[in-house]
């Protein structure tokens, strides 16, 4: 009879346990642990040559995981991301025989190794993220990111796979996009330029008019479906931004000088000395979703 008790209340105590959930407080440690576990993976492989690979799933999940991220991490996260953008951090992304295998990348110079587009519009995206929440307080420069995203625009007028989630014909050796979610370029360019100019505390009024004046003018080689959504942000940067209307007069100039259209930077290029003349080409386009849209454009800066 003892014996018969006895097993009961093993059996009872089994099920207890089978049956009892973690307090809060176990979660909470349980949850803080894994992601320090998972931000110490990420750091090793952002520090890591020999993980090269493995650079663009961890660019997204900085990104989409950065409101988690300690504030005391971001100083030197933004360190390796501008060495990565730039060409500092050393990436093979060529084969064995020394090709680029016909990768579509950017560089920094002729010296400076070459970096495929998208890995580049990651390191700019994550960076954004991280100072869109919580370190939006912090006092940190984004001018080699905003730059490097104004240089990079121009190149991908041209990019065939722009609007592309994959690169299909990149080889073991080479910086694949395979592991790297399914944003597009041209999804990359427009993430980074929303949080840029609508996440964020407002920005100087010479650098959102030499971005829209960017936009614009690459809008004319663009697809049509990313012309669209790009005449659509730069409306949103009208409606913003009102004094950018007065660059749709090719009359009257609000600066002195010229415009200077070759200049990587967009603070100082000058852009209200120029005026939107590429409205005039895209009202003719042969599509007409984007005639609509430049329309659109017309009608909100005479409004």
């Not at 409101?67 to 991301?81: G, P, R, T």
């Not at 090709?99 to 070459?114: K, M």
């Not at 121009?154 to 014909?169: F, G, I, R």
Request: glycine share 4%.
């Amino acid at each position: 009879m003892k014996k018969a008790q006895k097993r009961n209340k093993d059996l009872v105590k089994d099920l207890e346990l089978a049956n009892a959930e973690y307090t809060r407080e176990e979660k909470e440690k349980f949850h803080t642990e894994t992601l320090k576990l998972v931000f110490v993976t990420y750091l090793r492989v952002l520090k890591n040559q020999g993980h090269k690979r493995l650079l663009p799933a961890v660019l997204e999940g900085l990104a989409k995981f950065s409101h988690l991220i300690s504030v005391d991490y971001f100083n030197d996260l933004l360190v390796l991301l501008r060495r990565i953008m730039t060409g500092d951090h050393v990436l093979d992304v060529g084969g064995g025989d020394g090709e680029h295998n016909n990768l579509d990348t950017v560089g920094s110079g002729s010296t400076s190794p070459r970096l495929p587009v998208r890995l580049s519009l990651l390191c700019v995206v994550t960076a954004f993220q991280l100072l869109s929440g919580q370190g939006e307080a912090l006092n940190l420069d984004l001018q080699a990111f905003y730059t490097h995203l104004y240089a990079v625009i121009p190149d991908l007028a041209c990019h065939p796979t722009l609007e592309a989630p994959h690169q299909s014909h990149a080889t073991n050796q080479a910086i694949t996009t395979q592991a790297a979610g399914v944003d597009s370029e041209a999804d990359l360019l427009l993430k980074a330029l929303e949080i840029l100019f609508f996440k964020r505390e407002r920005v100087p009024m010479d650098r959102a008019a030499a971005f829209a004046k960017r936009i614009l003018m690459t809008c004319v080689h663009f697809p049509p479906n990313v012309t669209v959504k790009c005449i659509a942000l730069v409306r949103m940067l009208v409606t913003k931004y009102s004094r950018l209307d007065q660059l749709l007069s090719s009359t009257e100039t609000l600066s002195s000088g010229i415009y200077h259209l070759e200049l990587p930077d967009p603070d100082l290029c000058n852009p209200f000395a120029s005026c939107m003349w590429e409205i005039h080409a895209l009202l003719k386009h042969y599509h007409p979703k984007v005639r609509e849209e430049t329309r659109a454009l017309l009608r909100q800066c005479k409004n």
